[in-house]
């Protein structure tokens, strides 16, 4: 089982710290409201203010922390914090890397219909990540495009 770790832009590790800082000061407030210590109006809108905020903290911390992609025996998984996609090796037909440098999987989804997915893992790994792929299927293309669009 070899795991490769999902990675986002910088741009989105800065907008899940202010989330994720805006979100404990409305978690403290609630907790505090609920124990007693500040006044509170409205009961309800502190319990749901306060679940929400861990909820938003909670989901941040699963998707920087636990995404990833993971190869199985009969099947490539990619884990986006608590959710899940499962592509077999036989439904993927292509790995693409394009002329901005993504790399994109080509595969048919459950409705038999043609998808794809961009991978996001750090451009060091992505012949490690391809090399892994044809161990599992060497019947998985790899083509290096000249376009900026997979469907090319």
Not at 122 to 134: L, N, P
Request: glycine share 4%; aromatic share 16%; net charge negative.
């Amino acid at each position: 089982m070899k795991k490769f770790k999902f990675t986002f832009r910088k741009v989105l590790y800065i907008l899940f710290i202010i989330i994720f800082v805006c979100t404990i000061p409305t978690f403290v407030i609630g907790v505090l409201k609920l124990a007693g210590v500040l006044s509170s109006i409205n009961l309800f809108l502190d319990v749901a203010a306060t679940a929400l905020a861990l909820a938003i903290a909670i989901l941040e911390i699963s998707l920087v922390f636990f995404s990833n992609y993971v190869f199985y025996e009969d099947k490539l998984a990619l884990y986006f914090g608590f959710f899940r996609q499962y592509i077999t090796y036989e439904n993927i037909s292509t790995v693409r890397k394009l002329s901005d440098d993504s790399l994109w999987l080509i595969y048919t989804d459950s409705k038999n219909r043609q998808a794809y997915m961009m991978l996001n893992i750090k451009k060091d790994d992505y012949d490690e990540f391809i090399g892994e792929i044809k161990l599992h299927d060497p019947n998985i293309l790899y083509i290096v495009g000249q376009g900026d669009n997979p469907e090319d």
